[in-house]
């Protein structure tokens, strides 16, 4: 079935520093593609998304690029804040569009 | 505009128990699912809906039942409370344009002891 799997954590950065967190996947066909992202205490919530291979999904400094060749929708951000301290997690649209697969979540932490 | 509403937010069950945790959204989506959520496990799909009268098992939908008599409304059942089953709760809902975009209740912390 349809998987996803992350990098394990904890990513522990300091600020400014460049950010990478690896996502690749399993499924059947081109699935769209999602990262969201949880703050503390709080729910989840949409970072960005990609549809199709070679899209690039980006937001609030954060991109990730569609990778049909590596299976891969890797999280990048070039230099993270304390405020950017959260799980991550990656995540694939089902083949019928109709419910998300996560994968484990990736915790950042950055100090100042 | 109160997307989408999970109740209760806490909880304390004894094995054995059951209950219904409630989950409502108002924006007319067509499809709903529930996930939990454990610390170094990320979310994992328990079942989900697809309409009203339509569900399906996701990952891990043992212990667990669920119905859609209404598009509104997909509550999720605990028949018999397992400490398995201690957990963080989410409902979601998913429009079926523009594709993925889980809107998210705000969660429920379930304690089976």
């Known amino acids: 079935g349809d998987s996803v799997t992350q990098m394990e954590g904890p990513v522990t950065l300091s600020e400014e520093a460049f950010l990478t967190i690896n996502c690749t996947y399993t499924a059947t066909g081109y699935p769209s593609l999602f990262w969201y992202v949880q703050y503390p205490g709080e729910g989840l919530q949409l970072l960005l998304k990609a549809t199709k291979a070679d899209d690039k999904g980006s937001n609030k400094g954060f991109e990730a690029t569609y990778r049909k060749e590596t299976t891969s929708f890797h999280l990048e951000k070039g230099s993270v804040q304390v405020s950017d301290s959260a799980v991550y997690f990656c995540?694939?649209?089902?083949?019928?569009?109709?419910?998300?697969?996560f994968g484990k979540g990736t915790t950042l932490s950055v100090s100042s | 505009n109160a997307g989408v509403t999970q109740t209760p937010k806490f909880q304390v069950l004894k094995t054995g128990q059951s209950m219904t945790l409630q989950c409502a959204q108002d924006m007319n989506h067509e499809y709903m699912s529930w996930y939990r959520q454990d610390p170094g496990m990320g979310l994992r799909l328990i079942h989900y809906?697809?309409?009203?009268?339509?569900?399906d098992q996701g990952e891990v939908p043992n212990g667990y039942n669920v119905s859609r008599s209404t598009t509104e409304d997909f509550p999720l059942r605990l028949l018999s409370a397992a400490p398995s089953q201690t957990s963080v709760y989410f409902c979601?809902?998913?429009?079926?344009?523009?594709?993925?975009?889980?809107?998210f209740g705000e969660g429920s912390r379930l304690t089976v002891l």
């Open positions: 995540a694939l649209l089902n083949q019928a569009g109709t419910a998300l697969i």
């Open positions: 979601a809902s998913l429009p079926s344009r523009p594709p993925g975009e889980l809107f």
């Open positions: 809906s697809v309409g009203a009268g339509i569900t």
